[in-house]
């Protein structure tokens, strides 16, 4: 990969802006690997959580003209099994951040404590997922006083980067992000999937089994870009923004906003495992054209005035 | 860019427009949909019903009314034998991939049980294709067979009452003494297709199966399906080979309630 797009993400460097986020492929080592062969420039584990979890009947996903709605409801193996199977990453040539989440600032420590001793190059924690009981909006997690405490426990627990993961959809988002900032976090994700729903009218009933789910796709892109675009004003510490993002062009929309890099998650589905070496050429064919050398010089341009 | 994907992977409307008992636990449903949903013999798609779940399926017929072959055997198929006919469905897909039948002069399906549903338009695909097929079915019982009359146009079908799989085999040893196979297709229990892919390994056959996992997005992006560094729903479920011998000597299934 060509050094023009060569990123520094707290001290992470990466070859390419482009991150597989959360989610998509990240339930193991072996699928996380088709996303770096795709040409990622640093993969996120699907989240974590203390115990084991079976996740929500399907439907877990529906469509609609403008992207999807998931609700998973954090489907994964459980701490003691993912420290297991991540143990040993010498597989990756890219950074690979370990995401985990928990109902409590104490049970987010304890996951913390234990990924700190693998090699994650940072460390995700969703405070934002719209769907799962227990968990992220459902129960409360995007409050300050909440966010406050998983950060400063967490903070205790490890020197590695933590990003802390929020929803553009808050209406608190510039004090939740300020927060964070003061209480420990090294980077702000954003966006998460946005909440929502879809009723399939001849069923006359919701799609998906859990009812409730996240909008992620083309859809959400303008709001991610002005939730991206707020917060590079309140803050320092870099943004890694979440939404829409399929082409490189919408990269470099989100990197504009003020976004140190961009994560990749529904745009697996729309253009397969090698998005990110698509969005990679394509910001670079866009940088050439308007004599760009460093993707850096694009971070929170549209913030300035010519 | 290809938006146009959210929309082919909207539910398209179905009724249930008939079911018709083959014995206690296997029904064949005819299903009337709003739209036509093309799948090729081996891709699946995705059965929808309201508020309840939704689960892959082989049609062993496909066009305006689609037609599935299903035996009771959890929670979500004991539901559907319970739908009331004009009961709504959704159906998505289809979804995978198909099994190759480029270039097969002669073939040996081996079906076990309700494993026949993934192999019944794969044998008429092949005989339209010009392809001399045999056909081993296995199942517990004469009774539980289906699809009789239609496979009996298509292909030589050899009928096998047993209860594992041993006369399954010796049917394959005798017929591949005189047949010079391109391909053996099989689907059925995994242990049953781990058995066969032994046994075509020995006899120096080349097979292809279709497996089975518990399938979510069936778009390759969850990895719910994964196993080792293939997603059953996008890289199968139809697998060959070396991949298939090791998926079966492994097993991937995982039994749900």
Redesign the interface.
């Known amino acids: 990969m060509s050094e023009p797009l060569k990123t520094i993400l707290c001290g992470i460097e990466l070859h390419n802006p482009l991150i597989l986020a959360s989610g998509v492929l990240g339930l193991n080592k072996k699928t996380l690997l088709l996303a770096q062969n795709g040409g990622a420039g640093a993969l996120t584990l699907k989240s974590i959580t203390i115990e084991e979890r079976i996740g929500h009947e399907s439907p877990n996903v529906a469509f609609f003209e403008g992207g999807m709605l998931n609700a998973f409801g954090y489907n994964n193996c459980g701490l003691k099994k993912a420290l297991n199977e991540f143990h040993d990453l010498s597989c990756f040539s890219v950074p690979v951040i370990g995401s985990c989440t928990a109902q409590t600032p104490e049970d987010f420590a304890k996951i913390v404590r234990a990924f700190d001793e693998l090699d994650f190059a940072a460390i995700e924690l969703p405070v934002s997922c719209p769907h799962t009981p227990g968990y992220g909006l459902l129960s409360k997690q995007n409050e300050k006083a909440f966010i406050e405490k998983v950060l400063r426990k967490c903070r205790k627990e490890t020197k590695k980067p933590i990003f802390l993961k929020i929803n553009a959809c808050l209406p608190n988002l510039l004090e939740i992000a300020t927060c964070a900032e003061k209480a420990g976090a090294d980077a702000i994700t954003c966006s998460n999937s946005f909440p929502g729903m879809i009723i399939d009218i001849n069923a006359k009933k919701p799609v998906l089994s859990f009812k409730k789910g996240g909008v992620s796709g083309p859809a959400i892109r303008p709001m991610v870009v002005k939730a991206i675009y707020e917060i590079y004003e309140e803050i320092k510490i870099p943004i890694i923004g979440v939404g829409g993002v399929s082409t490189g062009e919408h990269a470099i929309e989100l990197i504009m906003a003020g976004a140190s890099a961009v994560g990749i998650a529904t745009g697996v589905l729309l253009r397969g495992n090698s998005v990110f070496r698509k969005c990679a050429f394509e910001i670079l064919s866009w940088m050439k054209k308007h004599q760009y050398k460093s993707i850096e010089e694009l971070v929170g341009i549209a913030h300035r005035n010519f | ?3 146009e ?3 082919k ?3 398209v ?1 179905g009724r249930i427009l008939s079911k018709k008992i083959i014995c206690e636990d296997i029904a064949i449903f005819d299903i009337l949909l ?1 739209k036509q949903l093309n799948a090729r013999p081996g891709q699946f798609i ?1 059965l ?1 019903i ?6 892959p399926f082989s049609p062993t017929k496909i066009g305006k009314i689609m037609q599935l072959a299903v035996k009771k055997r959890g929670v979500f198929t004991k539901k559907l034998f319970g739908l009331e006919k004009r009961a ?1 469905v ?1 159906v998505r897909g289809p979804y995978g991939k198909p099994f190759k039948t480029k270039n097969v002069k002669s073939a040996c399906i081996i079906a076990a049980g309700i494993g026949i549903a993934a192999l019944v338009r794969l044998a008429e695909e092949l005989a339209f294709l010009g392809a001399d097929v045999d056909l081993i079915y296995s199942a517990k019982k004469f009774k539980q067979m289906v699809f009789l009359q239609r496979l009996n146009r298509v292909c030589k079908v050899r009928k096998i009452q047993e209860k594992k799989c041993e006369k399954t085999l010796s049917t394959l040893k005798d017929l591949a003494k005189t047949k010079n196979y391109d391909y053996v297709y099989c689907c059925g229990p995994e242990p049953f297709m781990a058995v066969v892919s032994k046994e075509c390994k020995s006899l120096g056959l080349k097979a292809q199966f279709s497996l089975e996992k518990r399938i ?2 069936a ?6 399906c ?1 196993v ?2 293939k ?1 059953l729903c996008k890289d199968g479920p139809v697998f060959s080979g070396k991949i298939a011998e090791k998926f079966l000597s492994e097993g991937i299934y995982e039994k749900e309630s």
């Open positions: 860019m290809r938006t994907i959210f929309e992977n909207k539910f409307e709003e995705m929808w309201p508020g309840f779940g939704e689960r709504y959704g979510k997005c778009l390759g992006i969850c990895g719910c994964a080792g560094t997603l």
